[in-house]
């Protein structure tokens, strides 16, 4: 399975930015489809950190406490593609995204390279 993310960036505090985490590798008789997908964050000195989660069949989305009303999960199914839209962006949320396959917990693949978000005026 391989995970790879883009569209971060440096961006001033309040603004937007829209990561993208395209998937591949899925097996066969387990595609991408099947799995819930999540994105987490890691920023310098600090443990990796859930921050957003969306099931397989997008009925459901969670949201870590720091990011409920201004960030959205969302996926494309067709496309095997997962998108977190991150608004009113503040210096906290600074870190490097990566997206992982699973709802909540990775449950398939390994870490990525991560997209890096800097927010700073």
């Known amino acids: 399975v391989q995970l790879v993310e883009s569209g971060g960036g440096l961006v001033q505090p309040g603004g937007s930015l829209t990561l993208s985490c395209e998937a591949s590798g899925f097996p066969f008789n387990s595609p991408f489809s099947r799995y819930g997908m999540s994105w987490y964050r890691q920023a310098p000195g600090k443990e990796r950190e859930l921050v957003a989660t969306?099931?397989?069949?997008?009925?459901?989305?969670e949201y870590a406490e720091f990011v409920k009303g201004r960030f959205t999960i969302s996926r494309d199914n067709s496309e095997n593609m997962v998108t977190l839209q991150m608004n009113s962006l503040k210096p906290e949320d600074t870190a490097v995204y990566y997206c992982r396959a699973g709802w909540r917990t990775p449950v398939l693949g390994t870490w990525g390279q991560g997209t890096q978000v800097t927010v700073s005026s």
């Open positions: 969306i099931n397989y069949a997008r009925t459901m989305r």
